[in-house]
């Protein structure tokens, strides 16, 4: 029992790594999980599966992420863009700084990115908790301000996110068209297509959703944004439990928040989000959203393969929500 709480959530997986573990189920992507991830490498192809930063265009959910604003550095009063700085020396210079949201385009969820209330002391009043019973800390605003006082994306980063990667390719079963992904829809693919799913994988959806945003660019049209695709269905009870007893160490998809939003029904007194609820606060799942999964799921298709080594640390930024990622897959 961690000093932290006295009840655990019905389905969480807190303290099964210790009481104050900020990994969760990445720590089962053991060495033996790297090199079974190591041993698909094959080819030497490598896939970039980050979207550029400054996409998607648009403004989903009204979430107010904003793409990133890059800007140069100014020193002494001189931009130091291709600055010939000292007539003494031959050296040009270029620096420059961005100001960044980190979960505009590709990126990670950190483990303190969604939480729930609920009575982990056992008084009968629910309160703002997150993964392991860790309380989310004071917000300070202004210069003061650090973040996640725990759970942050920096513990994550620390890993180095490397591993055997598993695809399942929604896309190619189901085209195009919005459809809510429960459990018999997930498992059909898989058996098509001979996946198998093992624990300490990592899992990624491929929908095809973010190859439609990189087309249309800065402008996509509304129904590619809100009224297509594949999203696995945060409601269905089979495909939580499933999530569960597979024991993947991470899921990463191509559509936006991996899960239906809007869900398929939302009822009070529940989370709204209810596959980010299971993952983040009760196993330590991290989620990865708006991955660009297309050319390594053809490639994946063409050559009656599934599986890959996974590359993809986010950045070792202490106590952020959430962190931009360039994946690498290898095959």
Request: aromatic share 8%; hydrophobic share 40%; proline share 8%.
């Amino acid at each position: 029992m961690s000093a932290r709480w006295n009840v655990r959530p019905p389905g969480s997986n807190w303290g099964d790594f210790g009481p104050d573990d900020q990994l969760g189920r990445l720590n089962l992507i053991t060495p033996e999980k790297v090199l079974q991830g190591v041993a698909e490498v094959r080819e030497g192809l490598r896939f970039c599966l980050s979207l550029p930063l400054d996409l998607p265009g648009g403004n989903y959910h009204d979430l107010r992420r904003l793409p990133p604003r890059l800007a140069p550095v100014v020193k002494d009063g001189r931009v130091k863009y291709h600055l010939h700085a000292n007539p003494r020396h031959t050296d040009v210079f270029s620096d420059d700084w961005v100001t960044l949201y980190p979960q505009f385009s590709t990126q990670w969820d950190a483990l303190g990115h969604v939480g729930s209330m609920f009575d982990a002391d056992g008084d009968g009043m629910p309160e703002p908790r997150s993964y392991n019973g860790f309380r989310p800390g004071e917000v300070i605003t202004g210069d003061g301000f650090t973040g996640l006082p725990a759970l942050g994306i920096e513990n994550m980063a620390a890993t180095g996110v490397q591993g055997r990667g598993v695809l399942i390719d929604l896309f190619a079963a189901y085209g195009p068209e919005r459809r809510i992904v429960g459990y018999d829809d997930l498992m059909r693919v898989c058996e098509a297509d001979n996946v198998t799913v093992e624990p300490g994988d990592i899992l990624c959806i491929h929908t095809g959703q973010a190859s439609a945003l990189l087309a249309e660019g800065k402008t996509p049209r509304h129904d590619t944004v809100e009224n297509a695709f594949c999203h696995l269905d945060g409601c269905d009870e089979p495909l939580l439990r499933w999530i569960d007893d597979s024991g993947v160490a991470a899921i990463a998809a191509d559509n936006f928040a991996v899960e239906a939003v809007p869900p398929r029904e939302a009822s009070p007194g529940k989370a709204y989000e209810g596959l980010h609820e299971l993952c983040l606060f009760k196993l330590g799942i991290h989620l990865g959203e708006l991955w660009h999964l297309g050319p390594l799921a053809g490639w994946l298709k063409a050559h009656g393969r599934s599986c890959f080594l996974l590359t993809a640390p986010p950045l070792r930024l202490p106590g952020a929500a959430g962190s931009p990622v360039t994946p690498v897959a290898t095959v």
